[in-house]
């Protein structure tokens, strides 16, 4: 009795399992009809994309897979398409581009900033899921391509994954040199207890004529100076410069 209830509940499942499938082939066999009758019309893959979207917006993973299995060259064509559709489903869009492995994900993230920078911090989340051991790379990109959400994108970043906050200091750093010292003060504030480590990373990352205007910025943040001075001889920069320099405040 017992084997026919398994048996019964396996069959139940495997029955539901196969309604599943059959609606979701026969809704990707409507979606490619209707992607047929757009292109067949001369209208672009851009506005094809978008059109169905816009028409069942709750069939985004269908509509773009569908699309990229027809053409899959064309991807940056159904990204288009799909995040001018509806602009609040783009961590959407991503995430499922970033499934397809259609392209390399740098350039998805590229894409998409360009796209909507106004998710910048939400598409860097996405991508950060699914390649957590390249999130320096992934911040580079970011930052690289909408510099002004340098701030708030590394800010977060270092919370969502605090483990490696050196590695996006120094990524951020690499990215937007222009920034270095407004990144150094704020790693310097939500990592005060790694102080050390924050200028010594700052000063390995930095061409070493900025070596003393990031001591400047640690103590500001509240280092001591003999503290941050060491921190940055850790990181390589020149005892002299700031033996010169005390020589100055003694004078003064």
């Known amino acids: 009795m017992r084997k026919l209830g398994v048996l019964l509940l396996f ?3 495997s029955t539901i399992t196969f309604a599943k499938d059959h609606a979701s082939n026969k809704q990707d066999v409507v979606i ?20 169905i979207l816009r028409r069942y917006p709750e069939k985004v993973e269908s509509v773009i897979n569908v699309a990229l299995s ?33 392209a390399d994900t740098n350039e998805i993230i ?53 483990e ?7 990524s951020a750093i690499s990215a937007i040199p222009e920034q270095m010292i407004t990144i150094v003060k704020n790693t310097l504030d939500l990592f005060p207890l790694e102080s050390d480590k924050v200028i010594t990373t700052a000063v390995q990352s930095s ?26 001889i850790s990181g390589g920069a020149d005892e002299k410069l700031f033996a010169k320099k005390d020589e100055t405040d003694s004078d003064n």
């Open 207 to 232: 061409p070493s004529r900025h070596a003393q205007s990031i001591v400047d910025a640690a103590v500001e943040s509240g280092m001591t100076q003999e503290a941050a001075i060491a921190a940055a």
């Open 32 to 51: 490619t009809k209707l992607l047929n009758q757009q292109i067949s019309q001369q209208i672009s893959l851009e506005k094809s994309v978008s059109a």
């Open 110 to 162: 590229e894409l998409a900033i360009e796209l909507e920078p106004a998710y910048a911090i939400e598409i860097v989340d996405v991508a950060a899921r699914y390649h957590e051991d390249s999130i320096e790379d992934i911040v580079k990109v970011a930052i690289k391509t909408e510099p002004f959400v340098t701030e708030p994108l590394v800010n977060d970043t270092m919370q969502s994954y605090p």
């Open 11 to 13: 069959g139940c499942l």
């Open 70 to 102: 027809m053409y899959p060259d064309e991807y940056r064509q159904i990204m288009l398409g799909a995040i001018h559709a509806e602009p609040a489903i783009s961590c959407e869009v991503i995430d499922i581009f970033l499934k397809s492995e259609v």
């Open 164 to 170: 490696q906050m050196l590695e996006i200091l120094t």
